[in-house]
């Protein structure tokens, strides 16, 4: 059995995208910049949003967070997202989820420019990527896919299983792998809350990759022997042995399935850096204008 290190990953692909940030700001005059959005004071997007200005610094881009208080309406939500939106500075937006109860997610989504849309949750960005034209792809299934090149791991006319159809996670990378490409070429199967005979379906996976929200549910009989399996799932659990008062736990119950796996991503250090590389690899593409052409 392997681990797959998703922060060793990470971190290489950070360097090489850090050399070429350095490149473009030396020859342009500037660095991609990537502005963040958090309305209230939910302390778990507190910290994801401090985790994306930190990435930011250590590849030489610049990062601006916009704070609004948790009693914001949507239309002084709208209001700063059209102000970014205009600023020719700025190469990436995201609003951080979730919002307050009363804000409308997707009419927040849509109000983003779909070319300053790094986290690729714009309908015209999730469109061109079920089309499969070029388009920013949503960060945890592009991390997800980026783990399993850099492990060497054959994509190809194996059987996949996604357990989980969120728009996030399961659903994007359910597409991703199911694609005639290189690093894809899954013969994939996308199971949810209402699936029937779970473990049986888990079972027949070559790679299971598991994103339920669901602390440590998937156990040793949902997996083959043999078997890839990537956990997306991240949940604090109190434990009085650590310092911060908590452990991070996946969806998988690590110690039984592990010992069952050709590969496995330990929660936390698996997927969870691949995501941050995911929306810096966004904002480096928004900055060169890859997807949607600079005029
Ligand atoms: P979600 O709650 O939006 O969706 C969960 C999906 O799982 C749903 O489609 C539901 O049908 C399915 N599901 C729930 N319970 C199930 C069960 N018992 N059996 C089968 N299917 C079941 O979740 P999400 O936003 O996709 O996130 C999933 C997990 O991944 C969460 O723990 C979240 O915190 C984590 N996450 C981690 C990262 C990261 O960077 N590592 C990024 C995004 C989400």
Do not use: W
Not at 102 to 120: F, M, N, T
Not at 211 to 217: D, H, K, M, N, V
Not at 225 to 246: L, N
Not at 274 to 282: H, Q
């Amino acid at each position: 059995m392997r681990i797959i290190d998703g922060k060793e990953i990470a971190n290489q692909l950070k360097n090489e995208m850090a050399a070429e940030v350095e490149k473009l700001r030396s020859d342009l005059g500037r660095a991609p910049h990537l502005a963040a959005v958090l309305v209230g004071n939910d302390p778990a997007s507190e910290t994801y949003v401090k985790n994306k200005e930190k990435a930011c610094h250590e590849v030489g881009m610049a990062s601006s967070v916009y704070r609004l208080p948790e009693r914001t309406t949507e239309a002084e939500l709208m209001e700063v997202i059209d102000f970014v939106n205009k600023d020719e500075e700025i190469d990436g937006l995201i609003v951080q989820l979730p919002l307050p109860k009363g804000l409308s997610e997707d009419a927040v989504i849509a109000r983003i420019a779909p070319e300053k849309d790094v986290d690729g949750f714009h309908p015209a960005n999730l469109g061109r990527m079920v089309l499969g034209q070029p388009s920013y792809l949503p960060a945890t299934p592009m991390g997800i896919m980026l783990l399993l090149q850099r492990s060497g791991i054959e994509t190809e006319g194996k059987r996949c299983v996604v357990i989980g159809r969120s728009h996030i996670v399961g659903t994007p990378v359910s597409i991703l792998l199911s694609r005639n490409r290189a690093g894809a070429n899954c013969t994939v199967t996308l199971c949810h809350s209402k699936t029937q005979n779970l473990p049986a379906i888990c079972r027949t996976a070559d790679i299971l990759i598991v994103a339920i929200g669901q602390c440590e549910a998937i156990t040793g009989d949902y997996v083959k022997e043999g078997a890839v399996v990537i956990d997306v799932g991240i949940h604090r659990v109190p434990d009085a042995s650590k310092k911060s008062g908590f452990a991070l736990k996946g969806d998988v119950k690590y110690d039984e399935v592990a010992p069952r796996c050709s590969y496995i991503t330990p929660v936390p250090g698996g997927v969870g850096p691949m995501t941050i590389v995911g929306l810096l690899r966004n904002t480096l593409s928004a900055f060169k204008g890859e997807i949607y052409p600079k005029r």
